[in-house]
């Protein structure tokens, strides 16, 4: 595991993976050059050692010239193949860095897209919550004028102004409104406290 993988911003020991990618991308370029240059002058020691056989076999050097000159390239040969497996395994290390840099750099995105849903959605529940705020207070305004009416009519019954037919006709609608009421107050409170949940997350 790399030592990157898991960090959080908020780690003490936190490297932007911006700064990680950066850094070994310019290492992978110079390892890579390298490489190639190793590679090419491996062909260029493989040809020469065949080019020492064909010498020898054509007798345009001695068998003791052979043996020497041939192991100095396959001297050279062998430091060149160490050389070239310790880069390929740095290469191998960078890779897995550049990886994990990349795989944070995905989960930061992930996570600034999961902020920036979750601020639009506090927003949006905020203007709503607004809204419904100012509904509640109008259904509660609504409530006080139908029991101010229905002591209005109470009164008005006691004093002989409005019969007891048109009293319970009046009453049955102020009853009917308020139960409305209800239904809608209820129904706001409840959408009021999801909202207020989302707001607080």
Known sequence: MSHREGASPEDSVFMDPREVLSQYSVEWVSLKKSYDELQQQLSDVQRELNELDMKLKAGRITESEHIVQYREKW??????IQVKREVEARLYEIQKEIRAANNQLKQMEIER???ERMEEE????????????????LTEARRNEINAESDRIERERRSGKVSEAEYRKRRIDQIRQLAELR?????IKRRLAELLEIIRS
């Open 113 to 115: 897209q999961r902020r």
């Open 75 to 80: 001297a050279m040969s062998t430091q060149m």
């Open 183 to 187: 239904t809608v107050e209820s129904d």
């Open 122 to 137: 506090r927003s949006h529940a905020m203007i709503e919550w607004m809204s419904l705020k100012q509904g509640f207070e």
